[in-house]
């Protein structure tokens, strides 16, 4: 049986303020996949994730993104937001003053271009909360206002949960947790990866992936996906680190 791509990139090059970051990436995921992207700092994952979302900042210099059949580069930000591409940020920005209700409330607006009922909101939320184990008095705190990083990183999960986007990005959604967010966080993935949507899980480290199996593997160096593989490439990482790939290529390249 065929897959269905919902994300298909080619030759992508995209600039960051004049500067070349990554330089000809290919990538494909089909509906019910995750893909690890792993590699050092400063590879160029982060900046994947921040050009398929559209942050005006980087400039696509060459290249093609099919997003569900369509012309992603076409596409706004908000746009892209509302076909149902959702990024999880390394870093979540606190919001003082405003909700956790009311932010998700107005996240699913947003996404679905109508108001949702409160009574009908509040089931949704509470099915959600109740799927990823987090507490009632969470809805009343300030967004990541004094937040710890496992519990930004678990909003950003919730918020996951009530959008129910078809394609996930996840930038160092391990970053700053301790064993026991991390493992929270991973439960959280997994409840959400459905046949129907892809993930792009983005990692410095395999130990999320001792949580969240992957489909493929991909290890990202200065701009481009440089190996790929499945779900035993992460421990090999482990084991030998980055160097033998970096060797690997530059050997592959020169042939």
Not at 6 to 13: C, F, G, M, P, S
Not at 92 to 121: H, M, Q, W, Y
Not at 167 to 175: C, G, H, I, K, Q
Not at 225 to 245: F, M, N, P, T
Request: proline share 3%; with cysteine; aromatic share 6%.
């Amino acid at each position: 049986m065929s897959k269905t791509p919902i994300l298909v990139i080619k030759d992508l090059h995209v600039e960051v303020e004049g500067k070349e970051i990554l330089k000809g990436v290919n990538l494909t995921v089909n509906a019910g996949e995750i893909h690890a992207l792993m590699g050092r700092n400063g590879s160029g994952k982060s900046t994947l994730s921040y050009t398929l979302m559209g942050h005006p900042r980087y400039h696509v210099t060459k290249g093609e993104i099919s997003y569900k059949g369509q012309d992603l580069l076409s596409m706004s930000t908000d746009e892209r937001s509302r076909s149902g591409m959702y990024l999880a940020f390394q870093y979540p920005v606190a919001i003082p003053g405003v909700s956790v209700s009311n932010f998700l409330r107005a996240t699913v607006k947003a996404r679905r271009g109508k108001d949702v009922p409160v009574k009908e909101f509040r089931k949704e939320l509470k099915e959600c909360m109740a799927k990823l184990g987090v507490k009632d008095e969470f809805l009343s705190r300030y967004v990541n206002d004094g937040f710890s990083g496992g519990e930004k990183k678990r909003l950003e999960i919730l918020q996951m949960a009530l959008l129910k986007p078809d394609m996930a990005l996840l930038d160092e959604t391990d970053s700053g947790l301790d064993i026991d967010a991390l493992r929270t966080v991973a439960e959280g993935i997994n409840a959400l990866s459905t046949k129907d949507n892809g993930m792009l899980l983005i990692t410095h480290y395999q130990r999320m992936l001792d949580y969240v199996t992957p489909t493929f593997v991909h290890v990202m160096q200065s701009g481009q996906i440089v190996k790929s593989g499945g779900s035993e490439l992460a421990h090999e990482l482990e084991a030998q680190g980055y160097d033998w790939v970096t060797k690997e290529h530059a050997s592959t390249a020169t042939v």
